[in-house]
DNA sequence: TTGACAAGCGGAGAGTTCTCCGATTAAATC
DNA sequence: GATTTAATCGGAGAACTCTCCGCTTGTCAA
């Protein structure tokens, strides 16, 4: 379902267990906190062998990926409608609003969005290049940049502030600041804006 | 020797076993990367029970950070000297100093800082607050970009700036532009100079 | 020297992750 | 329905991290 091609019809007992396996890890983690639970217990509790859980999801970070992944169109589709009526205001508050929007899902999606990024995956990077959430909103960053300052294009600056900020957005950055700096999300957000945009914006023009 | 306080006297052959340990484990890392090497294996070379490897060391982070921490001081005894000889001179050319230096270090021990930063530790966070690394490189970056803009002390905007360059500084960060992005290291410098520091340097203006 | 005893040692063992491969079984073909 | 075949299943087992606790050994005070 992640990346392979689906050149073969699935069989029909391979697709109830895998559905059985996300039901079972879904309760199991929401019960436990996605640390405590292991993939044998969700193998014993599934009633499977463990080689078929791990043939459904290579490790628990994909476990976690799979499990939000059905909501990853509901944040864009919300953050394409927030551009779309924003389409003429300056970028710094579409950035604003798309930073908004991500914060909020990170917040939703707490515990499974610990477990795609904190548990060791055998893929390359959990959250980060190759991960369709991580390229899509990637890519919606840096076309705000761009928007500020075409002239970065040559010179990558645009990406690489991009890059930068998707660093930020990651959850043990963000973690950081809620916990040991104590700044709520409000106060993170626009510390975001106001470093990645030279102007910050006033206090009262921010949407509620 | 990391965190504990030392109230007694060290016994002799707890000493002698700790060094060994490190002899150890400097030759397997250095043969076979950090990665590669598991603690049974240090264990067994070194000859010692792994519950003595353990107590020595919570983790194989643990033991790359020892290996490493001899050579910290030099890191800021240099960028220091660095820092008296410019006092005088704008923020952004000791901001780029600094970080010259410490992506320099970055790359001189890259298979050790791989430990550090990215096998999972007990410890709250590896190359994050509380280690005396990441702590004394926040504290140098934040008094840089005091020393720019005085009046961000009360909201805290140099505090934030300084954890986010941190991030960037972090290996992944770092070697996801070096290897993705395909940026050599003076790239990333003036990227990250050009992106805290509202002015960049103009080239001939760097030093060699 | 000689106990006394806390610090240190070692390795068995619990709990994990993940792989491998013979046994099963769905589904396409005859 | 019977046959074929390839995907899927299950779970034993390899490799690992880390803990626990009975045994050993420095160290210090008498």
């Known amino acids: 379902m992640q990346g392979e091609e689906e050149g073969k019809a699935i069989r029909r007992d391979a697709a109830k267990n895998r559905l059985h396996i996300l039901e079972v890890a879904s309760v199991l ?3 436990q906190g996605v640390e405590q639970v292991s993939m044998n217990q969700i193998a014993m509790e599934a ?4 080689g078929t ?3 459904h999801f290579r490790d628990k970070s994909e476990l976690c990926y799979a499990l939000i992944n ?3 169109p509901f944040l864009f589709e919300d953050m394409d409608d927030f551009l779309a009526e924003h389409a003429k205001e300056p970028p710094n508050q579409k950035l604003e609003g798309v930073l908004k929007r991500f914060l909020r ?3 939703t999606k ?3 969005l610990f477990g795609v990024e904190e548990i060791p ?3 390359p990077m959990a959250f980060s290049h190759q991960n369709p959430l991580f390229d899509q909103m990637h890519a919606l960053l840096m076309a705000i940049f761009q928007e500020v300052d075409p002239s970065e294009q040559a010179t990558g600056t645009s990406e690489f502030k991009a890059d ?3 660093m930020a957005l990651r959850r043990d950055a963000y973690e950081f600041q809620r916990e040991i700096r104590g700044r709520s999300p409000d106060e993170i957000l626009q510390q975001l804006c106001q470093t990645f945009m030279a102007q910050p914006l006033t206090t009262d023009e921010r949407e509620p």
Chains 1, 2 share one sequence.
Do not use: A, P, T, V
Not at 47 to 50: A, E, L, P, T
């Open 29 to 31: 983690f929401s019960q």
């Open 47 to 50: 009633q499977i062998g463990s």
């Open 53 to 55: 859980l791990y043939r």
């Open 70 to 72: 059905d909501q990853i």
């Open 105 to 107: 899902f990170r917040e």
């Open 110 to 112: 707490r515990n499974l």
């Open 121 to 123: 995956s055998k893929k």
């Open 164 to 166: 930068l900020l998707m």
